[in-house]
């Protein structure tokens, strides 16, 4: 079966420090691969997808890239936090050429 | 573009009542609805999903209904527990390869014993 892992769970970064997440999914190949933001109280914003490695599209401009280094691995970065980077991310699959998506259990972050 | 949109909360009900949380979108062509479901400091779980006009999307006493006519996918159950307590998210996917969902701004349902 497929599972999906983010980590770290929880983070509290200092403002302009820099931010990497982690999203790993297992049990499947070439998935499409995506980064969510919920900020308090609101819903999602997709941030990015991924068609396959190397591959990134961008939602919404901003102080965040993400990467894709291998098939089933997708990084979230940034080189300088903001406070408007506080919230709680979502990483999701999906198969390709399908529509359900499949999302991990969110890392909470935090920028003081 | 696509867009989503949910009643908005938060809802509050007692145990056993019955639950209907409104959601219609705007899209081009046909797309693909669901309703996925957070657990307080959870991520997002698919509660059900429907592909097409007139299917029925139904899990765990859920249902949903998609109506092409008056473009709306409502939540219903008969008689919600406290368990049921979560933030609901109605939302669509395109049909692009890269198969985006666009999210409704999530609903709050507080059930009390």
């Known amino acids: 079966s497929q599972t999906i892992h983010q980590w770290p769970a929880t983070l509290v970064q200092p403002v302009g420090s820099p931010l990497s997440l982690e999203c790993t999914v297992e049990?499947?190949?070439?998935?499409?691969l995506y980064w969510y933001r919920q900020a308090a109280g609101r819903g999602l914003q997709l941030l990015f997808y991924?068609?396959?490695?190397?591959?990134i599209s961008s939602e919404v401009p901003q102080n965040l890239s993400a990467s894709r280094p291998q098939d089933r691995q997708f990084i979230l970065s940034s080189k300088k936090l903001l406070l408007s980077d506080s919230g709680f991310y979502l990483c999701?699959?999906?198969?390709?050429?399908?529509?359900?998506?499949?999302f991990g259990p969110g890392t909470r972050l935090l920028v003081l | 573009g696509n867009s989503v949109t949910q009643m908005e909360g938060p809802v509050t009900l007692s145990e056993e009542a019955f639950l209907t949380i409104n959601c219609t979108y705007t899209?081009?062509?046909?797309?693909?609805l669901f309703w996925y479901v957070q657990y307080p400091g959870e991520g997002l779980q698919l509660l059900l999903k429907?592909?097409?006009?007139?299917d029925k999307g139904s899990n765990k006493g859920f249902e949903a209904t998609y109506r092409k006519e008056t473009t709306s996918f409502h939540l219903e159950k008969g008689s919600v527990q406290v368990s049921d307590s979560a933030v609901y998210f109605c939302a669509l996917s395109d049909r692009g390869s890269a198969r985006q969902l666009t999210f409704g701004s999530g609903t709050q349902l507080t059930v009390l014993p």
């Open positions: 049990g499947t190949s070439n998935p499409n």
């Open positions: 429907a592909t097409k006009a007139d």
């Open positions: 899209a081009t062509g046909y797309p693909s």
């Open positions: 999701a699959w999906s198969v390709r050429l399908e529509e359900t998506q499949y």
């Open positions: 991924s068609v396959g490695i190397g591959q």
